[in-house]
């Protein structure tokens, strides 16, 4: 399940940045983040807003908005006016996950606009000291002990969840779930000893890694993370474990092409910037960039590609 990488060139040529109309004088855009403060939607959100911003002429600023699996930023943006002042930082949770999994969902795909792909981030299996270092040691712990070990996740229908169910079933393992609101709660769960491992993107595993809180050792993506070269992907091991998320902009259906082209312009611009780039891979995130009928294209692949897996898991959430 390896996610389709957008041609670095789609970042720019296509978009006319500066052709564009300017956005609305005087208001500023605003980029809704569906989970808490903190966590690696958050990150990239802020990133790009310092960056967009000269770009688009108008201040940009991140509003969280957290709740229900994503659910609750996902409506207000849907309800927004569609003027291109108002965007979704969607994950694959948002856009991907939710439509596949929840029976009573308050919004479709279709009410949204595809503007950019951001980003992909795989996570981490992030284990407490103590416990096996290493995937083979890990898994005889694990099997051993099926059913005993505990991990956070963001809910049912998250990503990292359904990350570490995939996993944990091609490793022949069983292990525990546990809800909290945000990878910040998680990794505080964690530090205090709640949990035996996390399964997480991004900060919330590199630095406990690096401060000797917890040891990563292995991560669910396609390709090996720099900031931990040492650490194997567990594709490498078992194949069939690639499960990593994205993230991206949209924007309310009926939004205009217009403004849409200038906010996918202004933000493959500042993903091609090489400190935002090695901002996002310090943040465990490979910076993206796409155009809307590419990142229209690629939302569409990761549904046809995931719909499968999570009929076989048998998940479903009221």
């Keep these: 399940m390896a996610f389709t990488a957008i041609p670095r060139r789609l970042a720019l040529g296509a978009l006319p940045l500066l052709a564009a109309p300017a956005l609305a004088q005087g208001r500023a855009v605003t980029l809704v983040v569906p989970f808490p403060p903190g966590g690696s939607t958050d990150v990239i959100a802020r990133l790009l807003a310092d960056r967009m911003a000269p770009a688009l002429g108008v201040n940009v600023v991140v509003e ?37 999994l929840m029976k009573s969902l308050s919004y479709k795909p279709e009410d949204f606009a595809a503007v950019s792909l951001l980003s992909t981030l795989p996570f981490a299996f992030l284990l407490k000291p103590g416990l096996p270092g290493d ?29 570490a169910v995939l996993v944990a079933e091609a490793l022949g393992i069983r292990m525990q779930d546990v809800t909290y609101r945000g990878d910040a709660q998680q990794l505080a769960a964690f530090l205090a000893g709640t949990l035996d491992l996390l399964v997480v993107g991004g900060a919330s595993a590199i630095q406990p890694h690096r401060n000797g809180q917890g040891r990563i050792i292995g991560w669910t993506g396609d390709r090996r993370m720099p900031a931990t070269p040492e650490i194997p992907t567990f594709e490498e091991k078992v194949p069939g474990t690639v499960a990593q998320t994205y993230f991206g902009l949209v924007v309310p259906a009926r939004t205009p092409r217009a403004p ?18 090695e901002r996002l891979l310090a943040e465990g995130q490979f910076a993206m960039g796409s155009g809307p009928e590419e990142f229209a ?16 898991m048998n998940l479903q959430i009221e």
């Design 64 to 100: 969280n908005r957290p709740g229900g699996a994503t659910v609750v930023g996902a409506e207000a943006v849907a309800r927004a006016a569609p003027d291109g002042m108002t965007a979704l930082v969607n994950s694959g949770t948002t856009l991907t996950l939710n439509p596949l």
């Design 135 to 163: 995937i083979a040691g890990f898994v005889a712990y694990a099997k051993a002990r099926p059913g005993q070990l505990n991990y956070g996740t963001n809910g049912p229908s998250s990503f990292n969840n359904i990350a």
């Design 260 to 277: 849409i082209e200038r906010l996918a312009a202004a933000a493959a611009a500042a993903l091609q910037t090489p400190d935002l780039r």
């Design 297 to 312: 294209t690629f939302m569409r692949v990761e549904a046809d590609r995931w719909r499968p897996v999570l009929a076989k």
